[in-house]
């Protein structure tokens, strides 16, 4: 049992991905439902979800539809790997925030579009946890990713939702060093705001606002580790308008 530790998805997500290394869970295999993984780990429903989006993220299972998830052999893994190390060097994390942008901007404005009920309920409940309890703590951050990547499961392409969850377990240094460079009440209030501005628009079905809304919080979260970046996303319109 994993008991009331932080960062839960992540710890389940670890001992699940030792398990397929050591051969434990070899290719093939298909992983315990979610009921058995809830009661395996002692967690809930949604931190074994949460947890099996990092491991499809890694490209160590893959989803088949109304069937289960199964086990990949390294040979299938097609695996995006970023050295967390190389995220210390500031030119590399203002590669991954416009990583961000690209893939989080359009998810917004796509997800507006497309979100149903339990989209809506799933984006909301993590940006209670976000202003709730939890706000204080490590459990904040949690949250924090999983809004983006419920935002990202609102497009309804799982393309999209697999590249935003491992996006998403790359930022978790970013925002970690954020919440000790920056006054963290005033950081909060303005996470939490940006992030309120998020869902009030595709609750809305604003895909425009949610767009503008998501790029102005990935700036702004840039902005507060020491990356800056345009709040313009087209580069081509503002070179043109100063004659280049």
Not at 32 to 58: C, H, M, W, Y
Not at 198 to 226: F, L, N, T
Request: charge should be negative; charged fraction near 25%; include cysteine.
């Amino acid at each position: 049992m994993i008991g009331t530790v932080q960062a839960l998805p992540h710890r389940v997500a670890a001992v699940l991905g030792r398990e397929i290394s050591s051969g434990e869970l070899p290719p093939g295999t298909r992983l315990p439902t979610e009921q058995q993984l809830t009661e395996k780990f002692g967690v809930s429903r949604n931190v074994i979800r949460e947890a099996i989006s990092q491991l499809r993220a890694d490209g160590m299972i893959e989803a088949r539809q109304g069937i289960g998830a199964f086990v990949l052999g390294p040979e299938q893994r097609a695996s995006i790997r970023i050295d967390g190390d190389a995220l210390k060097d500031v030119n590399n994390m203002e590669r991954l925030f416009e990583l961000r942008c690209i893939l989080e901007v359009e998810a917004a404005t796509l997800a507006a579009a497309r979100r149903d009920a339990a989209n809506l309920e799933a984006i909301g409940a993590a940006l209670d946890r976000m202003s709730g309890e939890e706000r204080w703590e490590e459990g904040s951050i949690d949250a924090d990713l999983a809004f983006h990547r419920e935002i990202a499961r609102a497009t309804g392409n799982d393309y999209i939702h697999t590249f935003i969850s491992f996006v998403c377990e790359q930022i978790r240094r970013s925002i970690e060093y954020a919440r000790v460079t920056n006054p963290l009440q005033d950081l909060i209030e303005v996470n939490v705001g940006e992030h309120v501005r998020i869902y009030e628009a595709i609750v809305k079905g604003d895909p425009e606002a949610a767009g503008s809304a998501m790029r102005a919080h990935i700036v702004g979260a840039a902005q507060r580790v020491g990356v800056t970046l345009p709040l313009k996303n087209d580069a081509t319109h503002q070179s043109a308008a100063k004659g280049n």
